[in-house]
């Protein structure tokens, strides 16, 4: 099993970043996803969540309206569009994805900073 997150970088605050995050070794179709970030210092949180079919999304109120989630089960990719970035949306954001169990990625590093 792997979860493999990219696009992640430097931005500037109001800028925007789409993260990745592709999958193999298990039927992704069968799995909600989500996207979680850990800043430093703090416990990591959840930031976002897809159904499995896609029909179904939903927030975490700090990012309701700037981050969008989305997914192609024909490409086996979860996608997170993030738009008016704030500094504080600065952290490591992990993709997960859960049915029986839940795998976890290795995080890619998002920095909103001028």
């Known amino acids: 099993v792997q979860l493999v997150e990219s696009g992640g970088g430097l931005v500037q605050p109001g800028g925007s970043l789409r993260l990745s995050c592709a999958a193999s070794?298990?039927?992704?179709?069968?799995?909600?996803m989500r996207w979680y970030r850990q800043a430093p210092g703090k416990e990591r949180e959840w930031v976002a969540g897809i159904g499995s079919a896609g029909g179904s999304t939903n927030y975490a109120d700090s990012v309701k309206g700037r981050f969008t989630i989305s997914r192609d089960n024909a490409k086996n990719t979860v996608f997170l569009q993030m738009n008016s970035l704030k500094p504080e949306d600065t952290a490591v954001y992990y993709c997960s994805a859960i049915w029986l169990v839940q795998y976890w990625g290795q995080g890619t590093q998002v920095t909103v900073s001028s």
């Open positions: 070794g298990f039927t992704f179709s069968t799995y909600a």
